[in-house]
């Protein structure tokens, strides 16, 4: 028989959970997929899977130029700042667009991937999920594009690598894109190992070509589905992450390639979100004592985009 009053009592590993109010004040125009909703069907999913208790909130700070500046040149960032529109929009590419908002959500997302690093590098929790928008994977060292003006996890690398002094990082990126952006910066970074999986011949059209001494990109045809996707994270990530022995780990967590998401077209379902998620954390726990920050990128179909979610972080949690 135990007595309660005996037993130690041992606090739930809680993950982080970072976001901001003023993320969802950026918008591009009616119907643009790239939405508000988007962070509130999420959260709404949470609450009501039970999740959402389990999670550490966090308001997610603004970066500073200074770390910003870790990932971008410092004449895109005050260009940047300095063009956002008093009212209306001004428009970017074809698809991104800036409102009077958008420079205060963009620091925010980047600023949540600087705090999660500094959580889990500080022992406060194991792992965190930064539940931002706008996305950042497509935003090059010099360009915003794809609906991304600033590149959280780039910035919130950097941030591990120039301040924590971190060696190894490892940036793993399934979002059905490919995440040019990210490898823009990171790819003569040897200190970063990349690993991702997009559909070939979609936007942004490259990654196939990436595949340096710290790169990982694998391209995957048009309806490759579940099958196609696990083979190849077993086939090319996880031996390249186990050779590479990151200190941290990384996700570019982009739900696109949920089969019910029309941007893309991999047709993918939430059991291969839960199945990759634990793939990481085993490679993590492995590695880097279960140490993984995981930042929102795509994912446009609110009802897949939010259980999906809500697949990634209970395996982030340890809950599934
Ligand atoms: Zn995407």
Known sequence: MTCLQCTPTVPPVLTAYITHSDCARHEMGAGHPECPERLSAIQDHLLIKGLLDYLMPYDAPLATLEQLGRAHARGYI??????????GY?????????????????????????????????????TAFCCVRPPGHHAERGAAMGFCFFNNVAVGIRHALNVHGL?????????VHHGNGSADILREDQRVLMCSIFESGIYPFTGEADNGPNMVNVGLPSRSGSEAFRAAVTDKWLPALDAFAPQLIYVS??????????????GLVEADYTWVTRQI???ARKHCRGRVVSCLEGGYVLSPLARSVAAHVAVLMGAD
């Open 253 to 266: 967590a982009g739900f696109d390639g949920h089969r019910e998401d029309d941007m893309g077209n991999l």
């Open 167 to 175: 060696q190894r990082v490892a940036l793993i990126d399934f979002d």
């Open 90 to 126: 001004r428009h970017v590419d074809p698809d991104t667009n800036m409102n009077c908002h958008t420079v205060q959500a963009a620091l925010r997302a980047a600023g949540a991937a600087v705090l999660a690093t500094d959580l889990v590098l500080s022992g406060q929790t194991p």
């Open 78 to 87: 005050d260009e940047l700042i300095d063009s956002a529109p008093v009212d």
């Open 281 to 283: 954390m085993a490679v």
